[in-house]
């Protein structure tokens, strides 16, 4: 830890995230199709656990599939409860061979695609997948994947991705199931210009990266150990999006709102201009030409308040 709210450091390259999003049929989907004894005893396992059984719903037969072949493959050993339940994907706890991680699964069934649209609309990456949900939801999943993996190379606090398989997710677990981080919005902000300089140099960060977080407020910016982490990057799409300026500005004008309620002076037109002041260079190697540190942290407060 470099201190509290202490910058991340960019890695040298970042990472591709035009790449094509494949959603033909993974080895999940084989194994729920070969039903075999193996399988059908874990996927028994999983419906008669007690903390699962309100889960049944995210549940299905592929879900299962790609959770067995995910602890197959040594990602997990043993499947917790329930972190947070959201409609379109819901998160869990799992124990991985090192640490406790975070799974997150995508509902295919229950899916609001409505919500979806205006993020899928006009990214190339989506072209020819139409209203297929079960291929928009493992496009959806690869692409934070992707968007989470570019973000940490480019120097983004951001949980540590693991594993994907079809529409389920492992990463790093920030905090722990029973002392979870905490959203920005659910603290006492102390030293809000700290957090704010933090929080305009990610986005900042994301942008000479090529990418646009797209839904960037206080409820998916968490606090762990006196660090800033940013969230919820399935929706983030790229600055060619048709519609990246309108979520560039809906996101300054979140950040402006939540801390000038804090105190802060904060217009979402600087905020604008400081984000987009390096031009966005996707191919670009981060190490040339690293965006400038905000000034020092100030002085440590309680873990309790920022």
Known sequence: MSGEFGLAEPDDVPGDEWEELDVSDTDADKIARRQDREFDEFRQRVKDADQLKVEGSVFDEATLAAVYKLVQDGHIDAFGGPISTGKEAHVFEALAPEAEVAVKIYRINATDFSQMREYLEGDPRFDGIGSDKKAVVLAWTRK????????RKAGVRVPETIAVERNVLVMELVGQADDRARRLAEVTVENPQTAYEVVREYMRRLYSAGLIHGDLSEYNLIIHEGELYVIDLGQAVTVHHPNARSFLERDCRNVASFFSRQ???????DLIDFVTTPDPDPSSDLSESPPADPPDPAESSDRSDV
């Open 144 to 151: 934070e994947f992707a968007n989470l993996s570019r973000a």
């Open 263 to 269: 105190g802060l002076p904060v217009d979402p037109d």
